[in-house]
């Protein structure tokens, strides 16, 4: 609760609670003084007595002198409630006359120093008088003989006590209170409103307000914290403008890497395509070079007149066998160079186009059967046919491509068998549903919290960039217009959900 309170209020209270403490003790001193000093008027008053009673009782030797000087000092001091004068068996003379002959305290006289009275007081007696105790030895010819005990009231001097206590504490509550209130106008004049003023020159840059330099005449060490707040914000200008060029240069660069990691992705993705080409156009190759010597031989034969019926039939049956093999091989390969050069075109040009969403996947996973070939794993689409989307072919194909080979550097390892969905489904919203989904190693929640990262990769040392799902994110996300979770339990697989819009809103 202190720290919720504000300067003013801590130095206020801290003020007050050391004045408090000052007060108690000045207050408590003055007491103990004052009634130091009171105690001291009643000794000397005793000792008086004592001295005139000494001297009477040494001239005549009668405790019935002493009576007398007991009930005119009595009679004379109304503050006197009672004197006794203690023998060693018995009481010899006392204001209350029924108290004589009674017998006295043990080992009183034997207690009493040989010349000093002692005090003591009696603040909640029977009757609620507050009372003093004094006492004093009796000598005759320098021996203590008996004792002699004096009963004061003592309230007039409690009550002068009391109202002297009372009196220190208003003066001292009304000198405190003065003191507050001229300590609060100091601090607030040279502490809370020169730190007010501060306080409003932030809220105003941070508001974008135009800045005017604070000048203020506080103490030196407000003003060294203001001149030192104006420098900063001087400042503040040439470090935004090097924190903006910084950022730039960030995002320039983060930008050139992404690029760099698409243009990677398209050299593989020519790399594979020109291996898979190779091989139906070998064979095409290969079978058109065995049907030219086939049809040389037939001429030949031909030529000399030695053709048979059984070596026109070969020949036909070389030909059709031979034709097919090129045709299918040819077939193929235009099917090949057909599918990349839709992926490669889309992904060198950010067109957006409408186009068949499963149809398109399959011609992206046509493109990736050179990687796909290479493992053991199976990749099949789910979905309804004919859904058609306005959007960006080039993204999603890059979407795909990237959570296909995530998937095979680090789903699975080397020699395991995998199968990675792809399951397609439209909304009531006119969203697009994507869910890709594989049965490999999963990951842990840290792991999940950071995959779309930018250079977060857990491959580093097998050649992992880090940009491979943050581009997938920005594709989804920007590109797209959509939104991309992902899921994963350790050992159980992952998921990635992906909705993206049909058509521009």
């Known amino acids: 609760m202190f720290r919720n309170l504000s300067l003013q209020n801590r130095i206020i209270i801290l003020v007050t609670v050391v004045t408090v403490l000052m007060m108690s003790v000045i207050v408590s001193f003055d007491s103990y003084s004052l009634q130091k000093s009171v105690d001291e008027t009643y000794i000397s008053q005793l000792n008086g007595m004592t001295i005139a009673i000494n001297g009477r009782y040494e001239e005549s030797h009668s405790f019935e002198d002493v009576q007398q000087i007991f009930d005119y000092i009595q009679y004379k001091n109304s503050d006197v409630l009672q004197l006794t004068l203690y023998g060693e068996q018995t009481v010899l003379a006392a204001t209350d006359r029924e108290r004589i002959g009674q017998p006295s305290p043990p080992d009183?006289?034997?207690?009493?120093?040989?010349?000093?009275?002692?005090?003591?007081?009696?603040?909640?007696?029977?009757?609620?008088?507050?009372?003093?105790?004094?006492?004093?030895?009796?000598?005759?010819?320098?021996?203590?003989?008996?004792?002699?005990?004096?009963?004061?009231?003592?309230?007039?001097?409690?009550?002068?006590?009391?109202?002297?206590?009372?009196?220190?504490?208003?003066?001292?509550?009304?000198?405190?209170?003065?003191?507050?209130?001229?300590?609060?106008?100091?601090?607030?004049?040279?502490?809370?409103?020169?730190?007010?003023?501060?306080?409003?020159?932030?809220?105003?840059?941070?508001?974008?307000?135009?800045?005017?330099?604070?000048?203020?005449?506080?103490?030196?060490?407000?003003n060294e914290v203001a001149a030192a707040f104006n420098d900063m914000v001087h400042n503040l200008d040439g470090r935004y403008d090097e924190l903006q060029q910084a950022m730039k240069t960030i995002q320039r660069t983060q930008k050139q890497l992404v690029e760099s990691e698409k243009m990677v992705a398209l050299g593989n993705l020519v790399a594979g395509v020109s291996h898979e080409i190779n091989t139906p156009i070998?064979?095409?190759?290969?079978?058109?070079?065995?049907?030219?010597?086939?049809?040389?031989?037939?001429?030949?034969?031909?030529?000399?007149?030695?053709?048979?019926?059984?070596?026109?039939?070969?020949?036909?049956?070389?030909?059709?066998?031979?034709?097919?093999?090129?045709?299918?091989?040819?077939?193929?390969?235009?099917?090949?160079?057909?599918?990349?050069?839709?992926?490669?075109?889309?992904?060198?040009?950010?067109?957006?186009?409408?186009?068949?969403?499963?149809?398109?996947?399959?011609?992206?996973?046509?493109?990736?059967?050179?990687?796909?070939?290479?493992?053991?794993?199976?990749?099949?689409?789910?979905?309804?046919?004919?859904?058609?989307?306005?959007?960006?072919?080039?993204?999603?194909?890059?979407?795909?491509t990237n959570l296909i080979m995530n998937s095979l550097i680090h789903a699975y390892e080397a020699s395991t068998e995998g199968n990675i969905s792809i399951t397609i489904t439209q909304n009531s919203t006119n969203k697009l549903l994507l869910y890709y989904t594989d049965d490999g190693k999963g990951m842990p929640p840290e792991i999940v919290d950071q995959i779309f990262n930018p250079f977060f990769t857990t491959n580093r040392g097998g050649g992992g960039t880090g940009l491979g799902m943050h581009i997938v994110y920005n594709l989804v996300t920007q590109s797209l217009g959509g939104t991309i979770e992902c899921e994963s339990i350790l050992g159980e697989g992952t998921t990635f959900r992906i909705q993206i819009p049909i058509r521009e809103e």
């Open 108 to 222: 009183l006289l034997s207690s009493l120093p040989n010349s000093d009275s002692q005090m003591s007081h009696f603040y909640k007696d029977v009757d609620g008088i507050p009372k003093g105790l004094l006492t004093a030895p009796l000598k005759e010819d320098g021996v203590t003989v008996g004792a002699i005990e004096l009963i004061l009231n003592t309230s007039g001097n409690t009550e002068l006590i009391k109202n002297r206590i009372q009196f220190i504490v208003l003066v001292g509550l009304a000198i405190t209170l003065l003191l507050l209130v001229f300590l609060s106008l100091i601090i607030r004049k040279l502490l809370i409103h020169p730190l007010l003023r501060i306080r409003l020159a932030a809220v105003s840059i941070r508001q974008g307000s135009p800045y005017r330099e604070i000048a203020l005449d506080a103490s030196q060490e407000i």
């Open 282 to 400: 070998g064979i095409g190759v290969t079978a058109a070079s065995y049907m030219d010597e086939k049809s040389k031989e037939f001429l030949r034969v031909y030529t000399n007149n030695k053709m048979k019926r059984s070596d026109l039939d070969d020949y036909l049956k070389t030909v059709s066998e031979t034709t097919g093999m090129i045709q299918t091989n040819l077939q193929r390969a235009s099917e090949l160079i057909k599918s990349f050069k839709q992926v490669a075109v889309d992904r060198s040009v950010d067109t957006k186009r409408t186009f068949a969403i499963k149809e398109y996947i399959q011609e992206v996973l046509i493109s990736l059967q050179p990687n796909l070939k290479k493992t053991k794993h199976h990749v099949t689409i789910h979905g309804t046919d004919g859904i058609e989307i306005f959007s960006d072919p080039g993204a999603l194909s890059q979407i795909v």
